[in-house]
């Protein structure tokens, strides 16, 4: 028995084969999206996490700051008498320590 096949019979297949292709291709270019997108989301998620953990430590700093600068215990410097005569009792000492000062 011989068989016969006619050419519509090889377009139908060979449309079903594309079909098949095409449907296989969207199938792996959608996989591939959305391995992208994963990986986008992660690093996106890092890089959120990163600026939270700066932002905490430059708030931190801040807070720490503001405390430093409202503390009202900070008062003037405490401030010891001059000696008005430094001058002229420097002149008494000898000259080594005289320009070591000087200097």
């Not at 090889?10 to 270019?29: C, W």
């Not at 690093?43 to 932002?55: G, I, L, P």
């Not at 708030?59 to 000696?83: F, V």
Request: charged share 25%; glycine share 4%.
């Amino acid at each position: 028995m011989p068989c016969h096949r006619r050419k519509g019979d090889f377009k139908d297949l060979l449309i079903l084969h594309s079909v098949q292709a095409g449907t296989l291709a969207v199938s792996r270019h959608e996989q591939e999206l959305e391995a992208d997108a994963n990986r986008l989301e992660d690093s996106v998620e890092q890089d959120n996490q990163q600026t939270s953990r700066f932002f905490a430590r430059a708030s931190a700093g801040l807070h720490a700051l503001s405390i430093i600068l409202s503390n009202p215990s900070r008062g003037a410097y405490n401030q010891s008498r001059k000696c008005t005569d430094f001058f002229e009792v420097s002149m008494s000492w000898p000259d080594q320590d005289f320009c070591h000062e000087y200097w």
